[in-house]
């Protein structure tokens, strides 16, 4: 061993009985150290030199008074709040704490707290009890309780001391009758007569607020920051204030600092939004609004904000997702419909365009693509009525030949054929190009008007630029008249004019296979998607071939497309032959990044929906098909598909609201009969046995329906007679739920063993999933413990994510004594999770039986202010204060919880008999 090492050694072996040598110091002794440290403006030595104090006698008083002191100072107002009425429980002088100790609830909103403090008997003095007996009285105001808190202000105002918070004081009984005008100006002479004051400024912003005095309440606002400068809720107040006043480049940074705080807080990542948008940065504009509309802002305002910022960055189906939410608050003709129905026609919502255009007003010629798209629509959903009205309409505003070309195909698609204005001035227009005269040709070919189109075609043949299109049109009507000799002469002359157009080659290819020429219309249709790989309807041709010849076919277009074509109709007809070809893969990879649209014709849709689900792509089908719904409302297949996947995803309420709306519309069974299970699941009785009784008798029989007699049989409190139609459509569909059904039934009827029988039958076989192993584990821990660990632990293996079984098995193990897996279990779901109840519960509960009860107690107060935290776990949190003796504290918290449950009230007065508590009254 060197020299050094054995010098080090010896060195602090030395150290180590130098200190075992030494005497402990006292808790008076830590006390006088932590005078000392804050005399050199030490604090945080002061509060470790205090702690060291209390870890020696926790019951001590005077440390926890003195740490309550340092904590208000250093602004940390829940700390002082905790030693302060410690301090007060274990003896302090009331006359020292409470002026401190209200100043902390002032700052923590503890304001039924604040109302329990001893004034009368605590030894304050009078100046005291004014500061005091104000802060009381305002809280007893915020509670409901004027009468208290005027006759409060009465006897104190009587004192007549000499401090501002005998002006103040006098407020109370103006605040009570709500005159806010005289208060006012009683308000602004506190604050003259002690300009750093925070109570007189924190009032005086309030109100001028109430007041409407804006500016004022600003300032007012800012200074009292100035002297409170953590306070949270001031902050909130004023950004908001700001925002209000559009000075956004002093609010954001106030924004801003309050969201490192809560970055999911819905108010003030609306007002963060709109901060944005003023300096025209609307991607973060729109960013921070949907984060404050996701997490529950339901703020008009703040969906106009949303739905302008995703205009201004051309993303137009958000926009239309956040405008048409206020749509129906608007009066008719607002600017903000003239921006929903904008960004409709350029969404793919455009179908929902119409309504919107019925209450616009004042059209003018830059409306003209709004309102064709708006007609448009009115066609595809066959309201030829509306789709003339709305022609009537751009007829008066048209002027450019591009407009009066896109009106007269509207009329063309309402057959007004006889009534089209001037088709042979429209062809002898030089302004319209060839290529709109060619779609007008092609639209009167598709209406059986041959004649119009031979006479555009005769129009485009004069002129050698524009004789190629006139071929395609000779070449159209023949095929469509059955004229195949009559075809071939103008299909010869397109190609000679052209010979590598693919529109010409296609009408050989058409002509070829009618001639009954097939083989040469397949030689004739690959050479033309070997030279023009986008070639739609060649492609189209060669994959309804022969199966085999086809899947070779179906590879050579996959690999074009693999090779860098762009085309996504290819793309979606390759993915339909995968998916009859059983290449669900394949299917999944073609279609993954193509969006259908409005336009997008119904056998897309239900492709891409069906390739979605058999590849278990549930969250992208669950979009494809709510989508589909809004495009076509009138669609059974998109309303199945939208039922189908929310019933994947056990979203039953979705699912149900689906059904609801479609059979608004129209009577459909299949959806009738699943309107009725999704009541049933959903425990609506008399909503169930309604959509029951519309069902066809003969469908009685059939097991799905005899599934949903089950439901409502159990519903009814008859589990004895769901039994058997329970069994019938899990025999006929194993699905899980199916499966739950029967266990309800079992154990509404007390026979959890059976259940659990059926649970572990069907968990052997092959349809055993990770919902039918959780439901048998759930049953274990009642029935069988030691199972239940084996069956969480298997979850676990298939889903390390987890968290219910992390958790379930922490509970498990915890009361196997089991202490240390149970925490290494618990912490990995707390952090999955860590704002569950049920896993902060769990974790708490091994904490406080690690002896780390401190611990357990910050962690239950990160969850239970939140809304929705069960009884049992409020009252934990309770006993768990109690048993580390923060009484005080624990009875607070009582007062402001609320129990509904028996078996809460039964452990309610078990606390209070077995830890003295008194004057408990939670509502």
């Known amino acids: 061993m060197k020299k050094s090492t054995v010098t080090r050694i010896a060195a602090i072996s030395a150290l180590l009985l130098l200190v075992s040598g030494c005497g402990q110091k006292t808790t008076d002794e830590h006390i006088s150290e932590a005078k000392q440290h804050l005399e050199q403006g030490d604090n945080k030595a002061a509060i470790i030199a205090l702690k060291n104090a209390i870890q ?129 100006s009683k308000a602004e002479k506190a604050r003259d007569r002690s300009p750093l004051n925070s109570d007189a400024l924190l009032i005086l912003g309030r109100l001028y607020t109430s007041t409407g005095q804006g500016a004022k309440a600003v300032d007012s606002f800012k200074d009292y920051l100035r002297v409170e400068p953590t306070d949270i809720r001031v902050k909130f107040i004023l950004a908001s204030l700001l925002i209000q006043q559009r000075d956004a ?124 798209k708006a007609a448009l629509e009115m066609l595809k959903a066959d309201d030829e009525a509306a789709a003339i009205e709305m022609i009537e309409q751009m007829e008066s505003l048209s002027q450019s030949a591009e407009q009066i070309v896109q009106l007269n195909l509207l009329r063309l698609s309402v057959d007004d054929i006889d009534g089209l204005i001037g088709v042979d001035e429209l062809v002898e227009d030089q302004e319209v190009p060839v290529q709109a005269k060619q779609m007008i040709a092609m639209a009167l070919i598709k209406h059986g008007k041959y004649d119009e189109a031979k006479a555009i075609a005769k129009e485009l043949k004069n002129n050698q630029d524009t004789a190629f299109s006139s071929f395609i049109i000779d070449a159209e009507v023949a095929l469509a008249e059955g004229d195949l000799t009559g075809a071939k002469v103008p299909i010869d002359e397109a190609l000679s004019e052209q010979p590598n157009a693919v529109p010409a080659k296609v009408l050989k290819m058409r002509l070829l296979e009618k001639q ?30 022969d199966k085999d010849q086809a899947q070779q076919d179906l590879s050579a277009l996959i690999n074009s497309l693999e090779s860098g074509l762009t085309n996504p109709p290819l793309r979606m007809l390759a993915a339909q032959k995968a998916l009859e070809f059983d290449q669900k893969e394949q299917a999944l990879k073609l279609i993954k990044d193509i969006s259908p649209s409005a336009d997008s014709p119904q056998t897309l849709w239900q492709l891409k929906g069906n390739v979605l689900v058999q590849t278990n792509q549930v969250s992208a089908a669950e979009e494809h098909f709510r989508q589909w719904s809004e495009f076509f409302p009138n669609q059974e297949k998109a309303a199945i598909g939208v ?242 003796g923060s009484k005080a504290i624990a009875q607070r918290k009582l007062e402001r919880m609320r129990f509904s449950q028996p078996a809460s009230f039964v452990r309610l007065n078990s606390l209070i008999q077995q830890y003295e508590l008194k004057n408990v009254k939670p509502r």
């Open 249 to 372: 480049k002093q609010a954001e940074p106030l924004v801003d600092e309050l969201l490192a705080v809560n970055s999911k807080s819905p108010y003030l990542n609306q007002l963060k939004s709109i901060a944005r948008a003023v300096d025209n940065d609307y991607e973060s504009a729109l960013k921070y609004a949907e984060i404050a509309i996701n997490t529950g802002r339901l703020d008009p305002t703040l969906r106009v904000v949303a739905g302008f910022a995703a205009y201004k960055t051309e993303n137009y189906d958000k926009s239309v997702e956040h405008l048409s939410t206020v749509a129906s608050l608007l009066p008719d003709d607002h600017s903000v419909l003239r921006l929903l129905a904008a960004s409709q026609v350029n969404s793919s919502t455009s179908a929902q365009v119409k309504s919107v255009i019925e209450r616009l007003d004042n059209f003018k010629s830059t409306d003209v693509p709004l309102l064709s």
């Open 516 to 545: 009954g020429q097939q083989e040469n219309a397949l030689a004739t249709a690959r050479k033309i998607v070997t030279d023009s790989p986008n070639a739609f309807k060649a492609w189209q041709f060669l994959l309804t071939q």
């Open 643 to 884: 039922i189908a996947v929310n019933n994947i995803r056990g979203n039953y309420p979705a699912a149900l609201a689906e059904a609801n709306r479609f059979l608004q519309l129209e009577d459909n069974q299949e959806i009738r009969i699943l309107q009725a299970l999704f009541n049933a699941r959903l425990g609506n009785l008399e909503d169930a046995k309604a959509a029951w009784s519309k069902i066809d008798e003969r469908l009685y029989d059939e097991p799905e329906v005899r599934g949903i007699s089950a439901h409502i049989s159990l519903l009814e409190r008859r589990p004895a007679e769901a039994l058997d139609d329970a069994l019938v459509a899990y025999k006929a569909n194993r699905s899980f739920d199916n499966l739950a059904l029967i266990t309800r039934i079992y154990a509404a009827q007390d026979q959890r063993s059976e259940a659990l029988a059926l649970l572990q039958e069907h968990n052997a076989t092959h349809e055993k999933d990770i919902r039918s192993l959780m439901l048998m584990a759930e049953y274990q821990m009642l029935l069988a413990p030691d199972k239940a660990v084996a069956s969480y632990k298997e979850a676990i293996a298939a889903d390390p994510y987890n968290y219910v079984a992390l958790n379930n098995l922490a509970y498990l193990k915890m009361n196997q004594a089991e202490l240390d897996e149970a925490r290494a279990l618990i912490e990995q779901a707390y952090q999955f999770v860590p704002t569950n109840d049920g896993v902060v519960d769990t974790y708490a509960e091994i904490l406080t039986k690690q002896g780390e009860a401190d611990e357990a107690i910050v962690l239950y107060e990160t969850i239970i202010e939140q809304p929705g935290v069960a009884e049992h776990i409020r009252l934990n949190y309770v006993e768990t204060l109690l048993k580390q």
């Open 56 to 184: 020696l006698d926790p019951q001590a008083a005077q440390p926890r008074f003195e740490l309550g002191k340092i904590y208000l100072q250093e602004k940390d107002y829940e700390s002082a709040e905790k030693e302060l009425s410690r301090a007060l429980d274990y003896g302090y002088k009331p006359a020292d704490v409470l002026p401190l100790l209200s100043k902390a609830f002032q700052q923590t909103r503890a304001d039924v707290a604040m109302t329990e403090l001893p004034l009368e008997s605590s030894g304050l003095s009078n100046v005291d009890k004014v500061t005091v007996g104000y802060r009381k009285a305002l809280s007893l105001l915020t509670i409901g309780e004027n009468k208290q808190a005027v006759l409060l202000s009465e006897n104190f105002t009587a004192l007549n001391v000499n401090s501002v918070y005998h002006d103040l004081i006098q407020l109370i009984p103006l605040l009570a009758a709500e005159k806010y005008e005289e208060a006012v």
